[in-house]
């Protein structure tokens, strides 16, 4: 049967003990450094939650840093952060390059009219819609006239209502469907393509089967 001394016993206790407290003044250590990264993005406006920067891409939360050493440390939430903002960058690239690659192939066929799709749904035109488009299109060039034209039934809500605007000049025209295309407008993303002039004057509003 084993015997183990008192002085054995004392030992063993006062190891564990110092085990105990080194990792607690590990554990205070971590706290107090996170303390101090979040004070820091705080300052640049940080709020637990949200992300840093404009659109709220960057990062959501301080990085914890894991103390190694006297005068070292890792962190230890750093590759979760930086995935995530590989992520976002990598849709909104994505996002850029569609929309570029959507209005390069428009303009290879430009015209003093565009057609805004999606700006409201069925049932949604009212009295101010028209000046609103007027007033927001001016600032591209001179607006000759806006049209309205909304399809009862038959297709999807995105394609109901088609917003016509007239513009003097392409080169205004040209200005409206690079802006406008895919911009949210009331919780939408507009659809703004150049539309043949013979058609809209001869009032040839409809999609035809291949447009839808």
């Not at 000759?144 to 109901?160: K, M, N, R, T």
Request: net charge neutral.
């Amino acid at each position: 049967k084993a015997v183990v001394s008192t002085q054995s016993t004392g030992l063993l206790k006062e190891a564990e003990g110092s085990a105990t407290s080194t990792e607690n003044t590990r554990v205070m250590s971590m706290k107090n450094i996170s303390s101090v990264a979040s004070n820091i993005m705080n300052k640049y406006g940080w709020k637990e939650g949200q992300g840093l920067g404009k659109e709220e891409q960057g990062m959501a939360s301080a990085l914890v840093v894991e103390k190694t050493g006297r005068a070292r440390g890792v962190i230890v939430n750093e590759s979760a952060e930086r995935t995530k903002a590989r992520i976002e960058i990598a849709r909104q690239e994505d996002e850029r390059k569609a929309k570029a690659e959507e209005v390069k192939k428009s303009l290879k066929q430009p015209s003093k009219v565009i057609l805004l799709k999606n700006m409201v749904g069925p049932g949604e035109v009212d009295d101010d819609l028209e000046g609103e488009t007027r007033e927001e299109c001016t600032k591209y060039g001179e607006v000759v006239q806006v049209v309205i034209y909304e399809i009862p039934s038959g297709v999807s809500p995105e394609e109901a209502v088609r917003i016509f605007v007239q513009f003097n000049r392409i080169e205004s025209a040209v200005k409206a469907v690079v802006d406008l295309h895919n911009r949210f407008f009331g919780g939408r993303t507009v659809k703004c393509v150049f539309y043949p002039l013979e058609r809209f004057q001869a009032l040839d509003l409809a999609p035809k089967e291949d447009e839808l």
